[in-house]
């Protein structure tokens, strides 16, 4: 594990240096309590076996104060490590979720939507044990281990001495504990990964699951998944745990070693009642210590891991945006010798021409995977071309600032993203003031205004996750009147209409003749059939335009 993954780890408990302060002086306060504990058995012993008659009544109350120094210590200590821990995990949620926002959309072609969900739901939280409660352990066991320490020097440095013998072993234990633990807590986040993966993909794809009969299929890939991530976690235990027992076992020996030379008044050590019960007290007392700071090493390894994955996320480049310019976007696009390929894989793209003029309709036609829709998340800049150049009013697409050139394209493609909101949030989706006026003209124009007028709460229905609650042909007209409500000069239809049935179509259809009026318009779609209107007709085929024209010189 790289030293710098730790000391960025660290860096999001000190954003809570004060939290983490008063922390210290409550865990400061609980270890010193516990020593003064065996302290006033020393003394109490002492008083019992000597001639004084005169008790001190301080000495008897004084308990109560060590015990509540110790109640507010271990209160104060817990609590304010706590804000720490949630703290961080709130950060990294935060920074996690963010800089999903800002990754290009090849980031997410290569990686699972379940791993992703499962880093800012579960990962962070194993990074908070590392930054949180293995800070908590360390500050309040290692107190408590060098005051006891220090406490067993002053009441005899040779008994001392011999006591820790065993440490050198002790710490070999961990070192190779700690080893094993670290390979293990990186399979545990790919496991769990998986889990999540599996699950999400469940209940996004319940219907086609119960349609296939494919119940067996899916609880095979989920108890495989489920499985792998047991076992990880069994063997995390169990390498964590055996390391315990023998640094117990370890500790008695060395307990032993010094009875035997305590009581034998070996090598010139002899000791009185109350000091001999004091030492093994304070010495019995470190064996907790001692077993809880073996066990910060599974805790540090497993946080450690999961920070390795969530700042290899936040590591990421995000997309380029170097352009500054907002001219206004009049709507002509040209694409010139334009070429592209993904990150690994054949070329997609090959030697695209074509010019769209201001208002006009132009469709691209042509079979799966000849590189429609490629060319149409080219515009927006999802991707990046690979050479040539992409113009929209004769400016170079990447000369324009991201936001402004995506505020300027709407997109309506086959299976619109909804979000489990209002209809009016649906709809004026981005917009923090809606525009009552502009929203209702929106549904008009789209055909919504009928349906949303039938619901309860007409425009702040809600209409469930991915917009459940709504038929197809009603999930589409939304997203056509979010793109009225977007009002951009250029206008994508990916495929809009391909999984309506007939009926729905032709709805929708009257809906998108209305969006495109004065409005750059690029239609995606596999039959020539459907876009007889166009302008112009583009046909892909491999990547290649092989043909152009009108629908009657194409037919």
């Not at 169990?238 to 020996?253: C, D, E, F, R």
């Not at 309506?412 to 009016?424: A, E, H, K, R, Y």
């Not at 009225?484 to 994508?492: L, N, T």
């Not at 007889?532 to 990547?543: F, H, M, Q, R, T």
């Amino acid at each position: 594990m790289k030293t710098g993954s730790l000391r960025r780890l660290l860096g999001y408990t000190f954003r809570y240096k004060w939290s983490f302060f008063i922390s210290v002086v409550g865990f400061i306060s609980f270890a010193y309590a516990d020593i003064a504990a065996v302290e006033w058995i020393r003394r109490i012993i002492g008083f019992i076996n000597s001639e004084e008659e005169n008790f001190s009544s301080f000495l008897a109350l004084s308990l109560i104060l060590i015990a509540l120094g110790r109640g507010v210590g271990f209160f104060v200590g817990n609590y304010f490590m706590s804000r720490v821990g949630f703290g961080i995990v709130h950060d990294l949620r935060a920074e996690l979720f963010q800089k999903l926002h800002d990754l290009p959309k090849s980031y997410f072609d290569a990686n699972q939507s379940g791993q992703l969900i499962n880093r800012i739901t579960f990962t962070t939280t194993q990074v908070s044990g590392a930054a949180s409660n293995a800070v908590k352990t360390l500050i309040r066991e290692g107190f408590l281990l060098i005051g006891l320490f220090v406490y067993l020097l002053i009441l005899n440095f040779k008994l001392t001495l011999l006591l820790i013998g065993t440490a050198p072993l002790i710490a070999l234990i961990v070192y190779v504990a700690g080893k094993r633990l670290k390979k293990l807590a990186k399979k545990i986040q790919t496991a769990m990964g998986d889990v999540t993966h599996i699950a999400s993909e469940a209940v996004d794809g319940h219907v086609e699951i119960k349609s296939f009969n494919a119940q067996e299929y899916e609880n095979s890939r989920f108890f495989e998944a489920n499985t792998s991530n047991k076992n990880q976690n069994l063997k995390l235990e169990a390498t964590g745990n055996m390391a315990t027992p023998i640094i117990q076992v370890l500790v008695s020996i060395s307990l032993s070693i010094v009875a035997y030379f305590a009581l034998g008044a070996q090598l010139g050590i002899s000791l009185d009642a109350e000091t001999f019960v004091a030492f093994f007290t304070a010495a019995g007392l470190m064996a907790k210590p001692i077993r809880q700071l073996s066990n910060i090493n599974m805790i540090v390894q497993k946080g450690l891991a999961a920070a390795n994955e969530i700042f290899e996320q936040l590591d990421q480049e995000v997309e380029s945006d170097l352009g500054d310019n907002k001219d206004i976007i009049e709507g002509n696009i040209e694409f010139d010798n334009v070429n592209f390929s993904y990150e690994t894989g054949p070329q997609v793209l090959s030697d695209i021409s074509f010019s769209i003029n201001k208002n006009e309709t132009v469709a691209i036609v042509g079979k799966s995977g000849s590189g429609k829709s490629t060319i149409a998340n080219l515009i927006p800049r999802f991707y990046n071309h690979s050479s040539g150049n992409i113009l929209i009013d004769g400016t170079p697409i990447s000369e324009f600032s991201l936001d402004y050139l995506r505020s300027q394209i709407s997109i309506v493609n086959q299976s619109p993203s909804l979000f489990n909101d209002t209809i009016s949030k649906n709809i004026a989706y981005g917009d923090d003031e809606i525009d009552v006026d502009k929203l209702k003209e929106s549904a008009k124009l789209s055909g919504c205004s009928e349906f949303i007028e039938d619901l309860p709460n007409g425009y702040e229905s809600d209409i469930g996750d991915d917009g459940v609650l709504l038929s197809g042909g009603q999930r589409q007209r939304l997203a056509i009147a979010r793109a009225f409500y977007k009002d951009s000069p250029i206008i994508i239809l990916d495929e809009a209409t391909s999984a309506l049935d007939t009926e729905s179509e032709l709805i929708v259809q009257e809906a998108l003749e209305k969006l495109i009026i004065d409005r750059t318009t690029i239609v995606i779609a596999h039959r020539l059939s459907t876009i007889e209107n166009a302008s112009k007709i583009i046909v892909l085929d491999n990547g290649s335009i092989v043909e152009a024209g009108t629908h009657s010189e194409l037919i």
